[in-house]
C-alpha cells in the first residue's frame, strides 16, 4: 500500500464558494446600503462599500486557501483507492472515503493555468463525484509517483476485467 500526501479540491464546492459568496456579500450589502438614512455623506457610502468589497475578498482567499484545497492522504493500492482529509472543512461532509477500483471511471491528469502546474482528477462512479489532487508545495515528485501508481492500478483492473474467461485456464 502507497500513501501520498496532496491537496484535495472538487471542482463543484469550488463553483459554488466562487459565485456564492459574492453573491451573499453583494446582497448583503445592497441590504445595508438601501436601509441606510439618506443623510449619510457620499464618503462614508463609498467606504462602506470598499469595507464590504475587500472583507469579500479576504473571505474568499480564506475559504479557497483553508476550506476548499484541504490536506489529504491518499492510499493505493491492488484493491482501491482511500482517501482521508487531513482537516475538516465544512464544505466537505465526508473526510474518509475508500473506493475500489471498479468505481473509478477515469485518471487524468490536467494543467493548471492559474499555478502553472499540474492537478491529477480522478472521477468516481460510485458515488458520482470528481475529485482533484494536486501537489504540496515542495512535493512535485511525490504527486508524479500517485499518479503513475494511478495508472498503473487502473491499467491493471481494466486489463483483468477485459480479459475473455477461459474454461481450460481454471481449476478443478
Known amino acids: 500500500m502507497h500513501s501520498y500526501k496532496l491537496k484535495y479540491h472538487k471542482n463543484s464546492v469550488l ?4 459565485v456564492g459568496i459574492p453573491a ?17 455623506s457620499e464618503l462614508s457610502t463609498l467606504f462602506l462599500v470598499a469595507t464590504a468589497m475587500i472583507s469579500m475578498a479576504l473571505f474568499l482567499l480564506w475559504i479557497t486557501r483553508t476550506q476548499i484545497f484541504v490536506h489529504s492522504t491518499v492510499l493505493i493500492n491492488e484493491n482501491g483507492i482511500s482517501i482521508k482529509l487531513k ?11 475508500f473506493c475500489s477500483w471498479e468505481n ?3 485518471v487524468t491528469e490536467m494543467f ?3 499555478n502553472g502546474g499540474y492537478f491529477y482528477q480522478i472521477a468516481f462512479n460510485n458515488p ?14 511525490e504527486a508524479d509517483r ?3 501508481a494511478l495508472q498503473y492500478y487502473q491499467a491493471n483492473y481494466q486489463m483483468v476485467h477485459q480479459l475473455p474467461f477461459n474454461p481450460s485456464n481454471s481449476f478443478s
Not at 24 to 40: E, H, W
Open 87 to 97: 482537516s475538516t472543512s465544512f464544505l466537505y461532509r465526508r473526510t474518509d472515503f
Open 24 to 40: 451573499i456579500f453583494i446582497s448583503l450589502m445592497l441590504y445595508c446600503l438601501f436601509n441606510l438614512p439618506t443623510s449619510l
Open 104 to 106: 473509478v471511471t477515469s
Open 15 to 18: 463553483l459554488i464558494a466562487m
Open 112 to 114: 493548471d493555468n492559474f
Open 146 to 148: 500517485f499518479f503513475s
Open 128 to 141: 458520482d463525484f470528481v475529485a482533484n489532487f494536486s501537489p504540496l508545495k515542495n512535493h512535485e515528485t
